[in-house]
């Protein structure tokens, strides 16, 4: 995966993503690179076949109040990861039990459980 992915799925959101992820401790960088990694293996390992085109990843507060993320979403620390909805495919995609697969906004929100 290439290192702006983690980020910047589709372009839309290089600037404020890149700088805010850029302020992080590298650890926590580290973390979410890793993460971000986890989640899309795992889409495409459960859903071999399928088309899988992430458009959005890490996200910084602005980022996500400008695409009216929740407040607490995931994405603020890299948890979650969203991905295209081809109209041809409408069923979410298979992700196992500790992970959720939501339409959200118009993607598929795939992201950890809460609380696990
Ligand atoms: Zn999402």
Same mark, same amino acid.
């Given at each position: 995966?290439? %290192? $702006?992915?983690f980020y910047d799925c589709s372009g839309q959101?290089?600037?404020d993503?890149?700088?805010?992820?850029? %302020? $992080?401790?590298s650890p926590l960088r580290l973390v979410i690179e890793q993460t971000q990694t986890k989640i899309q293996q795992i889409v495409e390992q459960y859903n071999p076949g399928r088309k899988i085109q992430p458009t959005s990843g890490f996200r910084s507060p602005v980022t996500n109040a400008r695409h009216a993320g929740e407040v607490d979403s995931l994405h603020l620390f890299g948890f979650a990861r969203d991905f295209r909805?081809?109209?041809d495919e409408p069923?979410?995609?298979n992700v196992p039990?500790?992970?959720v697969c939501l339409k959200s906004?118009?993607?598929w929100h795939v992201a950890y459980k809460r609380g696990i």
């Open positions: 995966m290439n %290192r $702006l992915s959101d290089g600037k993503n890149k700088k805010a992820f850029s %302020r $992080l401790p909805i081809f109209s069923m979410p995609f039990d500790f992970m906004k118009g993607c």
